[in-house]
């Protein structure tokens, strides 16, 4: 049995009701809730509301509100929302971990055979050329982001987060021109 488009949206109502507002999110879930109703319809006589209520009680440990430290305490999101922002963060985590490591282990071998003070102003050199790309690129996908209409999860990520990095342009400029 197919839903109409009154019942598709009645699915999309509840998931706001419940916290979702992301549209990546919200579109992948209206497809999976609108199948297991449509399955649930076809196997029995009940009406669309009813299964609609038996489908949302599997759903409901998903759209519990949750929060956690990293994305902040004071903001709740449905649990499967907190589980993807979590994933995403550490997967950052772990990436600035081994650039961080990587570039440590390979200035402190890089030191054994040149000049200490030759290799600490090239690598100096290296990092600002890095910084200056890094926050240009930084700053035009800020702006693309915050022109798009979209209301994604990724979105909602970057503009929390991009704040604090437009930031860090001040300590590169005292430092650029202090020494």
Known sequence: MKLTNQQIITIEET????????DDIKLELVDHIAT?????MEGNSLSFEVNVQMVFKRWEPQLKPSNLFFTGISNSYPKMILDKKLALIKKQLFIGFLISTTVLV??????????PQFLTSQFQK????????GYLLLTFSSIRIWKSKLNTSFNHLFKTRVMMYLFYIYPFFFYAYNY
């Open 15 to 22: 998931l706001v009701l419940n916290g979702v507002v992301y």
């Open 36 to 40: 297991e109703i449509e399955v649930l």
């Open 106 to 115: 390979t200035f402190l071998v890089l030191k054994e055979y040149y000049n």
């Open 126 to 133: 290296g990092v600002r050329f890095l910084y200056i790309v």
